[in-house]
């Protein structure tokens, strides 16, 4: 009896052929081999029932239909994950509501909590921030059943995200408070240091810039010390974008260019759309329009790139200002517009907010712009 083993997804697992091709797509490195599956090997058990040669190291299931269907449901979790990471959001929906609904009938507990945590994902990225919520809390009293406390701190996190981007700042900040309590619990510096980055986002966010400012200055000592060097940029990117709106422009500026040439020296470009976003304002603050404009631009590049919606819809609203500046009404209000409605179908409250406030002091036409 032959069938077909996965290796490369941090298991080895059994799949049929036509969805172990489907990972292949998204996971070019995973090797695909036949098996024979119904011969005694010397093996050891793990806790899923496959079994392991110990001579040759491969990697061979325990034909049993529920342990099976069980793994299959973890491979459809990982799939779902590298599915979303990659921005096929309509795929690893379906892949991750299919994964769940298997983990759960065969009573896979673990593997159900954590497809459910990647699909509140999904459904945060997409837009629908209300169905993301629910799930979310599905998934952190599993993981409290299991007394999985880092998988319930990686959900308190999300959800104080989430709850930023709905502009529910009080719940958002009990979150990521609850999240910094269990990072202490369990001795974790890293994600406590993540945890006061994310209450100084919401801080930022709500307009208390010192406050933000202090947090984030103690994620970024917390993450040096550690030797985070990637997340330690993010850190300082932060504290220089807080500190160009708080008016400190030369200090934020110098501090947004000093995170940069550490994240690049990292090898880590997800934050540059929020980086050259950050150094657009500060340029704008400055009255550097052409430097404002270029940086700005830069910063659309890396959010299309990544096909982070958000991002782009947020540096349309810059451009915007930009194009206010230069006296651009007409520009101004059709790039607002655009981060308006795109916000808006996203369904950010909080950025929707300050795009709406924007629009709301463009002058009527013919008028002048407002010196910056």
């Not at 759960?104 to 909590?113: G, Q």
């Amino acid at each position: 009896m032959y069938s077909y083993i996965a290796y490369g997804l941090g298991i080895q697992s059994l799949m049929p052929l036509p969805e172990l091709k489907e990972v292949a797509k998204v996971k070019p490195d995973l090797i695909i081999r036949r098996g024979e599956i119904d011969r005694p090997l010397p093996t050891s058990i793990d806790r899923d029932g496959s079994y392991f040669h110990m001579e040759t190291g491969e990697a061979y299931l325990r034909p049993r239909p529920d342990v099976v269907k069980a793994i299959t449901a973890r491979i459809g979790v990982r799939m779902g994950e590298v599915l979303s990471r990659s921005g096929d959001h309509v795929r690893a929906r379906a892949i991750l509501e299919r994964a769940v609904a298997e983990a759960e009938l065969h009573e896979a507990k673990d593997v159900a909590a954590e497809g459910l945590h990647y699909l509140a994902g999904v459904l945060g990225y997409t837009g629908d921030l209300q169905g993301a919520a629910n799930l979310y809390r599905r998934c952190l009293e599993s993981y409290e059943r299991l007394e999985n406390i880092n998988g319930a701190a990686r959900v308190h996190t999300n959800l104080g995200a989430l709850y930023r981007r709905l502009a529910r700042y009080d719940e958002a900040l009990a979150e990521h408070r609850a999240a910094l309590a269990l990072a202490e619990r369990m001795g974790n510096r890293w994600l406590a240091a993540g945890c006061y980055n994310n209450i100084g986002e919401v801080e930022k966010t709500r307009g208390d810039l010192d406050a933000a400012i202090a947090s984030k200055q103690r994620a970024l000592d917390m993450w040096t010390a550690v030797g985070a060097k990637s997340e330690a940029g993010a850190a300082l990117m932060n504290i220089g974008f807080a500190r160009v709106l708080s008016g400190q422009i030369l200090e934020g500026r110098a501090d947004l260019v000093e995170a940069e040439s550490q994240l690049s020296a990292a090898g880590n470009k997800r934050y540059h759309a929020e980086l050259w976003r950050g150094i657009a304002h500060a340029e704008l603050g400055l009255s550097d329009l052409h430097a404002a404009e270029s940086a700005a631009a830069r910063s659309l590049d890396y959010a299309q790139a990544g096909k982070m919606r958000q991002e782009e819809a947020i540096t349309q609203r810059t451009l915007g200002e930009i194009a206010l500046a230069r006296g651009d009404i007409a520009g101004a209000r059709s790039l607002l517009e655009t981060s308006r409605d795109r916000l808006a179908e996203l369904g950010e409250v909080a950025e929707l907010a300050l795009t709406e406030a924007r629009l709301a002091g463009i002058p009527k036409t013919g008028a002048a712009a407002p010196a910056h």
